[in-house]
T-cell receptor
């Protein structure tokens, strides 16, 4: 079974802090994704990566950056956390580039105070 | 971004009944995928239907696709309390990267 893990289930940070969310997948998938999920807005794609050191902006990249130094790990960085970044963050991976099914991690509920 | 829309937004049924959820999308698709999310957890992939398919089954799940109407439906037969969850459709559009555009989901509650 594919396993996607996220570093924290719950996280509380203060406004202005730099926040790192880590995601690791164990099935040698090429594609990895970061989403945020908010009530009434569904899942929105922040960034994705189809290869090591490659990244592409999703629909809402502002205020975020990503890092993919190793194939299995994809990090989401909030450079200076703001209260409007309070959300559920979901990481996902898929086998390779293309319209394949995605495997999701359990999510990180981030609260910025 | 353009997002799909699920209908209804919430559905409440008794165990043993069938549950039907609908999804409309706006752009062309390569395939349409359905996911389930239990409360506060990640999404789990349920079923994928390709653009050249009209119907697909997996256990108690039946998915239909009508590309002329840009719509899909998910039927769960003989529902169980454990089916209580949010259900999302996701449009795998024409890009080569594998981006999915998710609908806002249907919250299904199955009462024992």
């Amino acid at each position: 079974d594919v396993k996607v893990t996220q570093s924290s289930r719950y996280l509380v940070k203060r406004t202005g802090e730099k926040v790192f969310l880590e995601c690791v997948q164990d099935m040698d998938h090429e594609n990895m994704f970061w989403y945020r999920q908010d009530p009434g807005l569904g899942l929105r794609l922040i960034y994705f990566s189809y290869d090591v050191k490659m990244k592409e902006k999703g629909d809402i990249p502002e205020g975020y950056s990503v890092s993919r130094e190793k194939k299995e790990r994809f990090s989401l960085i909030l450079e200076s956390a703001s209260t409007n970044q309070t959300s559920m963050y979901l990481c996902a991976s898929s086998l390779r580039r293309g319209p394949y099914e995605q495997y999701f991690g359990p999510g990180t509920r981030l609260t910025v105070t | 971004s353009q997002q799909g829309e699920e209908d209804p937004q919430a559905l409440s049924i008794q165990e043993g009944e069938n549950a039907t959820m609908n999804c409309s999308y706006k752009t062309s698709i390569n395939n349409l995928q359905w996911y389930r999310q239990n409360s506060g957890r990640g999404l789990v992939h349920l079923i994928l239907i390709r653009s050249n398919e009209r119907e697909k089954h997996s256990g108690r799940l039946r998915v239909t696709l009508d590309t002329s109407k840009k719509s899909s439906s998910l039927l769960i037969t003989a529902s169980r309390a454990a089916d209580t969850a949010s259900y999302f459709c996701a449009n795998a559009g024409g890009t080569s990267y594998g981006k999915l555009t998710f609908g806002q989901g249907t919250i299904l509650t199955v009462h024992p």
